[in-house]
């Protein structure tokens, strides 16, 4: 197993623009499908289902990593908690509510517009001629 992911991680640096094309595609089809998927399963129940299956993939390839590091996460665990609560699955539960009543074009433009209000807020808060303290 270790060799099988050991040659796909070897390919994919190899060739970067596999990974800048999967990316967006991943992003899109997030969208599209969770706005068919959330017209039969409940969001919450959609979004426990993705992450649980995200985690049950992923665990095997990350279990050594995380053995490594797992004084630095029992320090940091209400942190992680917090962050992953309202980062990774408060995101995606919300925009499949959001999915429900929009269809998956207007999210995905609503969606687009967060880098810039980010900045923006980034900008506003720290106005020029201020003190920070």
């Known amino acids: ?9 070897a390919y994919a640096g190899q060739h970067p623009y596999i990974l800048l094309v999967l990316a967006p595609l991943f992003w899109g089809s997030n969208f599209v499908l969770g706005r068919v998927i959330v017209q039969t399963v409940p969001p919450f129940h959609f979004s426990l289902i993705r992450w649980l299956l995200a985690f ?25 908690l917090c962050l992953s609560l309202t980062g990774i699955a408060g995101f995606n539960t919300l ?3 959001a999915l429900q009543y929009t269809t998956s074009i207007n999210a995905t433009l609503v969606n687009s517009t967060a880098p810039c209000l980010s900045s ?3 900008c506003w808060s720290q106005i020029p001629g201020e003190e920070e303290g």
């Open 1 to 9: 197993m270790k060799q099988v992911v050991d040659r796909s991680l």
């Open 95 to 97: 925009l499949y509510i």
């Open 120 to 122: 923006a807020g980034c």
């Open 56 to 80: 049950m993939i992923f665990l095997p390839f990350a279990w050594q990593e995380l053995w490594r590091h797992y004084r630095l996460f029992q320090q940091h665990w209400l942190l992680i």
